[in-house]
C-alpha cells in the first residue's frame, strides 16, 4: 500500500461481556494477501473497557490500534468519531462491528474489488444462528446477474437502482462494507437514526452520490451476539417503542430525500403503514397496563408522522375488533 492507498478499520464498541472485542480484532489481525492495516476502535462508553479487552495481545499488534474513547453515543456517532480522526493517508475505511468477524480474505477481496474502479464494497455474510447466506435467504441479489470483474470470478460489478435494493429489501451487512473514503470524504452516518436505518442512509447516501458498488458473494463475515440496539429491543420496552419511532423517521427519509423508483416507493410506503400498526399496537399494549410513554416522545411520533395522530383512532379500533392480525 502506497501513503495514500491505506487502510484502516473501524470498530465502534460498546458491550457488557468480556471476550467479543478481542474476537473481532483476532479476525482482523488474520487477514490474508494485504498489508497489515490500522485499526481504530472508538469505545462508545462501553461498560467493558477496549483496554481491558486487547490487554493480552502482542505489542506488535497493539501498534497498529487506536483507541478513541467518549461518552456512549452509538455505533453512528463512534464511527463518525474514527471517520474525523483519519488522515488522508487512509483512502479506504472497512467497517467491523465488534460482535462480528471476518474470514481471512476480505479485505484482500475488498481491495482487489475496490482497485479495479469501484467505490463501495459488500459481500455475503451470514447473520446469528443462519448458516445460509444472507443474499440466499434475502432472494435479493443474484450474483449470475452481475458481471464477474476480471481479476476475480467471485467479485461482482453491482447492476441496477441500489437505492432499490436498500429500500426493498437490504442485504448491505455493515460489518461487510468497506469504501472509498477519499471519493466521499463528508460522507458521515446520521446518530440521530441509531437504532433504525443510520447505516441504510449511509449506503443511500453512497449510491445518490453515483459510488460504483461491488460484492462478493462468498460468505466473508459471520455475525455474532453482542450488545444491538436494534435487534435486541424487546416487545413493550422503550428501547422497542424508540426503535419503531426512528423506523419511522427513516421511512419518512427515504421518501422525501432520494430519487426513488415506483416499486421502492410502494415497499417504503407499506412498510410505514406496517410501523404504523406496530406502534399503535404498542400504545395499546402499555395503556392497557397504565405505562404510556413520556410526552416528549408522543410528541415526536406525531411529529414524525401527523398522520399517526389521525390514523391512530381508526387503527385503534380496527386491532381491538381483529380486522388486523
Not at 160 to 166: E, K, V
Not at 232 to 251: F, K, M, P, S
Not at 305 to 312: E, S, V
Request: charged fraction near 25%; charge should be neutral.
Amino acid at each position: 500500500m502506497t501513503p495514500q492507498d491505506g487502510l484502516a478499520v473501524v470498530i465502534p464498541f460498546y458491550q457488557r461481556e468480556a471476550g467479543i472485542l478481542l474476537r473481532a480484532v483476532n479476525s482482523v489481525l488474520r487477514q490474508e494477501g494485504i498489508a497489515p492495516p490500522s485499526l481504530i476502535i472508538v469505545d462508545d462508553g462501553s461498560p467493558v473497557p477496549a483496554e481491558a479487552e486487547l490487554a493480552t495481545l502482542n505489542e506488535g499488534s497493539r501498534q497498529r490500534i487506536s483507541i478513541i474513547a467518549q461518552q456512549n453515543g452509538g455505533p453512528g456517532a463512534a464511527r463518525n468519531a474514527a471517520l474525523a480522526a483519519l488522515t488522508d493517508d487512509f483512502r479506504y475505511v472497512a467497517f467491523l462491528d465488534s460482535d462480528d468477524e471476518w474470514s481471512d480474505d476480505h479485505l484482500a477481496n475488498a481491495l482487489c474489488a475496490l482497485r479495479a474502479g469501484h467505490d463501495a464494497y459488500f459481500a455475503d455474510h451470514t447473520q446469528l444462528g443462519q448458516n445460509i447466506g444472507a443474499f440466499s435467504r434475502g432472494g435479493r441479489i443474484r450474483p449470475a446477474e452481475h458481471p464477474a470483474i476480471a481479476t476475480n470470478g467471485q467479485l461482482h460489478a453491482y447492476q441496477g437502482d441500489m437505492l432499490d435494493q436498500i429500500v426493498c429489501g437490504n442485504v448491505i451487512g455493515t460489518s461487510t462494507v468497506v469504501y472509498d473514503r477519499l471519493r466521499f470524504p463528508e460522507l458521515r452516518f446520521r446518530p440521530e437514526f441509531r437504532n433504525a436505518g443510520e447505516d441504510y442512509l449511509f449506503w443511500m447516501d453512497l449510491a445518490r452520490g453515483r459510488a460504483r458498488f461491488v460484492f462478493s458473494e462468498k460468505i466473508e463475515a459471520r455475525y455474532g451476539r453482542g450488545v444491538n440496539v436494534y435487534s435486541g429491543a424487546i416487545w413493550g420496552t422503550e428501547e422497542h417503542l424508540l426503535r419503531l419511532i426512528n423506523e419511522l423517521r427513516y421511512r419518512k427519509r427515504s421518501l422525501q430525500a432520494y430519487e426513488l423508483s415506483p416499486e421502492a416507493v410502494g415497499a417504503a410506503r407499506a412498510v410505514r403503514r406496517a410501523l404504523r400498526i406496530t406502534i399503535v399496537r404498542d400504545l395499546l399494549y402499555r395503556l392497557k397496563r397504565a405505562k404510556l410513554p413520556p410526552l416528549p416522545w408522543l410528541l415526536d411520533m406525531i411529529k414524525t408522522d401527523p398522520q399517526l395522530f389521525f390514523l391512530a383512532l381508526p387503527l385503534a379500533a380496527q386491532i381491538v375488533l381483529g380486522r388486523h392480525p
